[in-house]
């Protein structure tokens, strides 16, 4: 059994920061990419950032330059720090990771695709 848990959701005023984390636990033998999405209200869900293993980073355009996703790899554990926050990025954000759960002579096998409960965000204007 694999489980993501976030936490670090709430709300903020506009101008505000908040840091997310979501923690990864379980049948794990190594974890690809993290990343962390959002679905708004009548939206799609989409990716904000993710970061690979070996800490390179992703970013949509419209949270380049106030949001930085970080990872600790020994905890398991990816991090979203949200800076300048406004009111259109208020959403439910979802922690997603690359996990393997496995391993085959050194190499992660057996990869699930794992979603976290989501936590949610509101900025208030």
């Known amino acids: 059994q694999v489980q993501l848990v976030e936490s670090g959701g709430g709300l903020v005023q506009a101008g505000g920061s908040l840091r997310l984390s979501c923690a990864a636990s379980?049948?794990?033998?190594?974890?690809?990419?993290m990343g962390w999405y959002r679905q708004a209200p009548g939206k799609l869900r989409e990716l904000v950032a993710d970061?690979?293993?070996?800490?390179?980073?992703n970013y949509a355009d419209s949270v380049k330059g106030r949001f930085t996703i970080s990872r600790d790899n020994a905890k398991s554990t990816v991090y979203l720090k949200m800076n300048s926050l406004k009111p259109e990025v208020t959403a439910v954000y979802y922690c997603?990771?690359?996990?393997?759960?496995?391993?085959?002579?050194?190499?992660?096998?057996?990869?699930?695709?794992?979603w976290g409960q989501g936590t949610l965000v509101i900025v208030s204007s």
């Open positions: 379980g049948s794990i033998f190594s974890i690809n990419v």
């Open positions: 997603n990771a690359d996990i393997n759960k496995g391993s085959y002579y050194g190499f992660g096998i057996d990869t699930l695709d794992a």
């Open positions: 970061i690979t293993s070996g800490g390179s980073t």
